[in-house]
């Protein structure tokens, strides 16, 4: 069977680059050095992170790229464009601007979202964006800020609060659509009111509030050390034990793009592939040769287009049909390990103790 013949939306992350060091980012691991030089109990305000990718080269997804994952045929069927960032910020691309006019005049009817940290470029570059936005109308930039000045940067670190507000002020007077989107922790619960009434007073168009989902981030007194104690661990070696239910296939109708031009089902395929295991995580640690088997440059967009990838046998047949294998492997049909632990429906069900069941998102209109 298919993984998905008609998709209705495309993410794009556009390169591996990001200022911040969000705590629940996938680029975002624990600085043991510096860790260990600490003298005082690790809360959310002090913990030492760094990046994933320091010391590695940074790359920007080509326009070559976007134009081969956007053909003719794909677009039949697609609504929605995102460039939402998964590992890296939209606004870090030197050429994000281009890249918009670009998708905006060649593909009028599509609905297209950017999320950021707001933190990148300047008041004047963000008048620009929406300058160029004011074209399309069909269009919504999310700013992802997580509390006021005193609390954002608890966990979007590396993030200016000045430049954040400057920058939002610029894009929403020179008429662009903004929206300011509220991850809601222990430590700026008490804030959403006031945050939401900044926002209408700032012209942000919503106000979307979203709990936090992840658990060892539902404590004010928050230790890293303690994270293994915090999550819940289970033994995902059989997975027979563990129903496959795809968000991204059944749910969202949504194929990703990595910023090395790969088309991917998932954000999380692409991620587990480049990142991998984290410390503590168990599982088949060779996961990157469960695509060995495949021939160079099977789902690489500056050779093919999407449609072409879409044809590989890995859509076709090979990854719903592993979704009823009984083990993980490195075969064709195996179980990727990453579909169990992240897509199962057991784990689909968990939630932090910190989350309302019954209210997980609420948008406001302002």
């Not at 966990?155 to 662009?176: H, L």
């Not at 076709?316 to 179980?335: A, C, F, I, P, Q």
Request: aromatic share 14%.
């Amino acid at each position: 069977m298919h993984y998905l013949k008609n998709p209705i939306s495309i993410t794009f992350e556009l390169s591996n680059v990001c200022q911040a060091l969000c705590l629940g980012c996938s680029r975002t691991i624990i600085d043991y050095d510096e860790l260990k030089k600490l003298n005082t109990p690790v809360t959310i305000e002090n913990v030492p992170v760094k990046s994933v990718f320091s010391g590695k080269d940074q790359v920007y997804l080509k326009l070559d790229a976007l134009k081969n994952a956007l053909s003719p045929q794909f677009m039949k069927s697609v609504k929605d464009v995102y460039f939402i960032g998964t590992i890296d910020d939209p606004l870090a691309h030197p050429n994000l601007i281009e890249y918009i006019d670009w998708l905006i005049t060649t593909h009028p009817s599509v609905y297209f979202c950017l999320h950021t940290n707001g933190g990148l470029q300047s008041p004047k570059y963000f008048k620009e964006l929406a300058l160029v936005l004011k074209k399309h109308n069909n269009y919504k930039i999310w700013f992802s800020i997580d509390g006021l000045e005193n609390t954002n940067h608890y966990y979007r670190k590396r993030v200016q609060w000045t430049k954040i507000m400057d920058n939002a002020k610029s894009f929403i007077n020179a008429g662009g659509k903004a929206g300011w989107q509220y991850l809601i922790f222990p430590w700026n619960q008490h804030q959403v009111g006031e945050a939401r009434q900044l926002a209408k007073q700032m012209g942000f168009f919503a106000f979307k509030e979203r709990w936090n989902r992840v658990k060892y981030l539902n404590n004010n007194s928050f230790s890293w050390q303690e994270r293994e104690k915090i999550e819940d661990k289970h033994n995902f070696q059989n997975p027979a034990e563990y129903e496959i239910h795809c968000g991204w296939a059944h749910d969202l109708k949504q194929y990703h793009v990595g910023h090395d031009g790969r088309l991917w089902p998932c954000c999380y395929l692409d991620n587990y592939r480049r990142i991998g295991l984290h410390e503590g995580d168990e599982g088949d640690v060779n996961w990157e040769n469960r695509f060995a088997i495949y021939e160079d440059g099977w789902n690489d967009l500056y050779t093919k287009t999407s449609d072409e990838i879409l044809k590989h046998r890995f859509f076709t047949e090979d990854l719903v049909d592993s979704w009823s294998s009984n083990k993980h492997g490195l075969n064709y049909k195996d179980r990727i390990y990453k579909c169990t632990t992240t897509c199962s429906k057991k784990q689909q069900l968990k939630q932090g103790t910190f989350v309302p069941a019954s209210n997980t998102k609420k948008v406001t209109k302002l």
